[in-house]
């Protein structure tokens, strides 16, 4: 068979600022085009325990409390990892939902046999912390409370320190899905009593996907190795933390050295530019844009007083046809933004996150879709 160049689309570099992946920043691109070292290789084993320390340290989980290592995988194997390791069949998971991925969780902890009670919310708002709160109450034996942090499917924020506050000294577990949120908005695991927390590489780090970073606690750790040491094998946080944290280390599985060179690059540029200096920046951006949009007469899907900065759901104005502006971004300004998920109302989702958290990204986005808008396709029906 003859062989065949590079599909187009590899070639043209786009500015992506959907909901994820964002662009990976230059640093990062470099990290992962270095020569490859073995999984096993004495010289990968620091940079292991580094990456680890590294990532406790974005996440603010205090030193010695627990594990903090990225999974060989996407965002969604951090929530499947988190389920697993801490849900026994019967046990009760009061799962907040209010968007796709809320959703998501509460169907990950159904299939490892949990009891599910979602506490729900409509897309655009906040779930209630006084209602999970009233629900653990009734339910005193919960193992796990789990709220997404950052709804990407609508950008609304949960107010995770309140609840975090308000569940210490329950014995009950705090699990927050912190995919959108790591690296592009205030999250203090330790301050906040958050056992479990997962992220991915492609949003607010600043890396392409490949990647899924977790934290825990160390008294869900503890529950997990006691409660389930056969749960299964690959996602097996004991096993894990014998390759990653444990010396001498044991093989696991092939760990891809590009993919650990890039999240090192990753979490290192997060330090170097500071928590604080970061979250001010998505902030900043966000702020723009979305000040901008509202100034064109269209509205947010977000409640104003949960709206995240990093990710703006703008409802697609009456008459237009949302999916060909996309398209018309894609292809006439190499501007991905994102459409709504399956079961949401008609809208855009445009994320700056990572390197493109800038006034300047949130510019050329905003120039295109007005651009776009001048003669936007007009919706069918
Ligand atoms: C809030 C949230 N949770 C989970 C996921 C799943 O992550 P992944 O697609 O990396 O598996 C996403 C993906 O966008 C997300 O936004």
Redesign the pocket.
Known sequence: MPTKAAPQAILEPRLLCG??PANASPGVMEALARPPLGHLDPDIFPILLETAQMLGAVYLRDEGDGMSIPLSS????G?ETGMAALLEPGDTAIVGVNGY?GR?LAEIARRYGANVIAIEADWGEAVSNEKILAELDANPGTRLVAV?H???STGVRHDLAELGEAMKGRETFLVA?C??SLGGSELRLSDWGVDYAYS?S?KCLGMS?GM?PISISQRALDHAKAASPDYNFYMDLALLEDYWINRPPTYHHTLASPMLFGMHEALREVLDEGLEARWARHAQAGGHLQEQIRERGMTLVADPDHQLAQLTAVHVPEGIDGKEVQLRMLREHGIEIGGGLPGAPAMWRIGLMGTNASVETADRVLEALDAVLADAPVAAG
């Open positions: 909901p994820g996407t965002g969604t194997s929530m991925f998501r997404v950052a709804e990407t899905d995919v959108t991915c492609q996907s899924s």
